[in-house]
Every structure is written in structure tokens, then in C-alpha cells.
């Protein structure tokens, strides 16, 4: 991969977007399974609001992405790439030495 600015800028908000715990443990739990806002709402104990919000920010950087079914809007990780990320964060990052 050629690092120019673009692409490094890119990189930058994509961690920005992951630095924020919320929407890290969102990611964390729809890695393996589709959550609805509500069911999101009660794992995390955020609010509906707060939680549609997160999930719009990850919408919009193309890391979530939606599917309806009925009346809910479930929701997913969105590429394989970023399982395979949220899985090492999972392995390297989140334990202390």
C-alpha cells in the first residue's frame, strides 16, 4: 500500500471513529450478530438516541451497515476487514500486561 495524504487522513478518522468506547463495544457486539437500536440500547445502557447517533457516525464511514426486517433496522458489522481488526483490538489491545 502507497501511504500518501489522502489515504493517511482517511486511516486517522477511521481510528477516531473507533476511539470513542461506545462505539467500540457497539462494534464489539454486532462483530459476530445483527442488534436492533433497542436490543443495542440494552447491552450497552445508552440511550436510543445516543446509540442512533453512534451508529449513524460508523454508518457514515462505512463501518455498520443496516438491514430491515419488519418495522427494526438491524445492524452489522460491515466488512470482513474490520472483524478482523475489532478481533485483534480484542487480542492485543484490551489486555493489560
Request: charge should be positive; aromatic fraction near 6%; proline fraction near 1%.
Amino acid at each position: 500500500m502507497k501511504f500518501n495524504e489522502n489515504n493517511l487522513t482517511t486511516a486517522s478518522e477511521c481510528l477516531k471513529v473507533l476511539s470513542h468506547p461506545l462505539r467500540l463495544m457497539i462494534l464489539f457486539l454486532i462483530k459476530d450478530q445483527s442488534l436492533n437500536v433497542s436490543s443495542i440500547e440494552k447491552l450497552t445502557g445508552a440511550t436510543q438516541s445516543n446509540v442512533s447517533q453512534h451508529l449513524a457516525i460508523m454508518r457514515y464511514n462505512g463501518m455498520v451497515k443496516q438491514e430491515k426486517k419488519g418495522n427494526e433496522v438491524y445492524y452489522t458489522v460491515a466488512t470482513e476487514r474490520l472483524k478482523k481488526l475489532l478481533e485483534l483490538i480484542g487480542e492485543l489491545l484490551c489486555e493489560k500486561h
